[in-house]
């Protein structure tokens, strides 16, 4: 079944470590997006990458990092210069392809939670 | 502040009801999407309305969109304790570009 892996499900990270999240999708979409949500809110958008080779911050990008070297991939790190790590991270995906850009919903994975020792 | 800001907030039913939750929002859309979310899960799509349809319906969801107004509605009929959940309203500013969502609103359905 194609759908989008994120791992893992729990991480700790220490004072002054970086740590990296994991995403995978099989649905071969060409957009891939990072969100992060706070409890009892919404999400917001942290990074995106609209195609290979190219990614674009969002509206809270300071203290993350993210590459798409393949299409299928897009991890997420969480630097030591992000002060407020405790979240949810929700990476989802989208069809990029010509004529079906307009209007098509978001798949997303089933999040971790990231949180400090 | 948020684009789509839901209300209210949280909402408690019981089973067989109909439950309605609210969405407005600021700048004019392309199109608005309502997502599910189940405690500690992922966001499921529910259903997309372009800025052009006034009404959609799937199965027991109903949504209706006024642009005029600035708002959207998701209408839950004969709810069943399967519903409790978070629902969220995203609007897309343009065909391609990215969402932006509201805070949510905790649905309970109870048994």
């Known amino acids: 079944d194609g759908g989008i892996t994120q791992s893992p499900k729990y991480l700790f990270r220490k004072e002054g470590q970086n740590v990296t999240l994991s995403c995978e999708q099989n649905?071969?979409?060409?957009?891939m997006y990072w969100y992060r949500q706070d409890p009892g809110q919404g999400l917001r958008l942290i990074y995106y990458?609209?195609?290979?080779?190219?990614?674009q911050k969002g509206d809270i990008a300071e203290g993350y990092s993210v590459s798409r070297e393949k299409k299928e991939s897009f991890p997420l790190t969480v630097t030591s210069a992000q002060k407020n790590p405790t979240a949810f991270y929700l990476c989802?995906?989208?069809?990029?392809?010509?004529?079906?850009?307009?209007?098509?919903?978001?798949?997303f994975g089933d999040g971790t939670r990231l949180s400090i020792l | 502040s948020q684009q789509g800001e839901e209300d209210p907030q949280a909402l408690s039913i019981q089973e067989g009801e109909n439950a309605t939750m609210n969405c407005s929002y600021k700048t004019s859309i392309n199109n608005l999407q309502w997502y599910r979310q189940n405690s500690g899960r992922g966001l499921v799509h529910l259903i997309l309305i372009r800025s052009n349809e006034r009404e959609k319906h799937s199965g027991r969801l109903r949504v209706t969109l006024d642009t005029s107004k600035k708002s959207s509605s998701l209408l839950i009929t004969a709810s069943r304790a399967a519903d409790t959940a978070s629902y969220f309203c995203?609007?897309?500013?343009?065909?391609?570009?990215?969402?932006?969502f509201g805070g949510g609103t905790r649905l309970m359905v109870k048994p």
């Open positions: 989802a995906s989208r069809t990029g392809r010509e004529r079906l850009w307009s209007n098509q919903p978001q798949h």
């Open positions: 990458s609209q195609i290979v080779n190219d990614f």
């Open positions: 995203a609007t897309a500013l343009n065909a391609g570009n990215m969402l932006t």
């Open positions: 649905l071969n979409h060409d957009a």
